[in-house]
């Protein structure tokens, strides 16, 4: 079981409490300051659909304002990130290791809660982001 409590790459402020309800599962998490999350923090609640792929859950989502020095490469493990192209909501929650391969992401926040609660999931699943 991995705990997930870094902060390093996850906004240099404040960071507000959500929780992202999928069912009867409720995944705590912190949303920072960047511009992206500050944005969808404005449109809270909000429900995206997301699909199970090899090291994430992503769905196409409403497009976020950014500013061109927040992208970045690679993740670390639960993660909750917009990706540029193609507006993808996505919590990022394996193969850190492999990341860095992957750009143009921008770290929303985090989940603080066990990373593997999210192997418990369905493969396909509507997350709605509210407020804790």
Not at 1 to 25: A, D, I, K, P, Y
Not at 106 to 129: E, F, N, P, Y
Request: net charge negative; charged share 20%.
């Amino acid at each position: 079981m991995q705990q997930n409590t870094q902060n390093n790459s996850r906004g240099n402020g404040s960071n507000t409490q959500v929780r992202l309800v999928v069912g009867e599962t409720i995944l705590p998490a912190v949303i920072n300051d960047s511009t992206p999350a500050q944005a969808l923090l404005t449109k809270l609640p909000y429900t995206v659909q997301l699909q199970r792929y090899a090291h994430d859950y992503c769905g196409v989502m409403d497009a976020l304002p950014y500013k061109k020095e927040e992208l970045r490469s690679g993740w670390t493990n639960g993660d909750i990130a917009f990706a540029v192209a193609g507006n993808y909501f996505a919590i990022l929650y394996k193969d850190e290791e492999l990341s860095q391969e992957y750009d143009g992401m921008v770290t929303m926040g985090a989940l603080t809660c066990d990373l593997s609660m999210m192997d418990q999931l369905k493969g396909s699943i509507s997350v709605r982001i509210e407020l804790a």
